[in-house]
């Protein structure tokens, strides 16, 4: 278990005490260990953070490292914020935090407009082939659609084959992709791109690019039987 520390910022109250929480600080670790207890905090402190107006600070200035998981846990925060009317600022982004995020263009996952990020799961069929698109952000919230629109493609699959387009998906977190390998274990699955660069971030951090058949593009995915591996 790695070391996190999520401490609230506090103003003065001009009294000698302290005032409003203006915000949160991180210290430490922010991976897969201690996502959801950064959530946890975070979700706890909302309610006074959105009290001391529309821009929630997150401090991270001590951000010593974060991983995948920690940057969905981030845009999950975000997320939840946007849906009262807050704005999530991430202030003082430690070397390492910047770093990460602007590799495959995360950071300007971050500077999007939030509703441009909402998670759709779709269904629909190119004559015999089921094709699930999934667009936005999706993360755990959206496992059960996910999971849902599996049962719905294999159900009417004559094929037996189902095709995932994920062009249009911004960024994806560890539990997509055990739904996609268990769809993978059950029958054939095609992915359709391109992969925008945080999924495909995510398909190499996990040595994955390489097991699932990924096509180029949504023709190509629902019309070639070949597509490498």
Known sequence: MTELAVEPILGDDGCGGDGAVLGLRVRGVLDQDNAEEFLEAFRAALPNL????????????????????????????????????AQLVLERQSPQLAALLSVGG????LSQDPDDERPEVAVAWAGPVPVITLSGQVDLDSVEDITA??????????????VVDLSRLEFADS?????????????????????????????????????FRIADGLDEAIGAQDVAP
């Open 149 to 162: 629109a599996f049962a719905e493609a294999r159900e009417g699959a004559r094929e037996g084959r189902i």
């Open 106 to 109: 995360v950071s300007d996952l």
């Open 50 to 85: 959105r009290a001391a107006g529309s821009d929630i600070r997150i401090d991270c200035a001590d951000v010593r490292s974060c991983d995948y998981a920690g940057l969905s846990a981030l845009l999950m925060a975000r997320r939840e914020a946007a849906e009262i009317g």
């Open 175 to 211: 539990t997509t992709l055990h739904v996609l390998l268990r769809a993978r274990a059950s029958g054939e699955l095609v992915l359709a791109g391109p992969l925008r660069p945080p999924v495909r971030l995510l398909f190499q951090i996990t040595d994955l690019l390489e097991v």
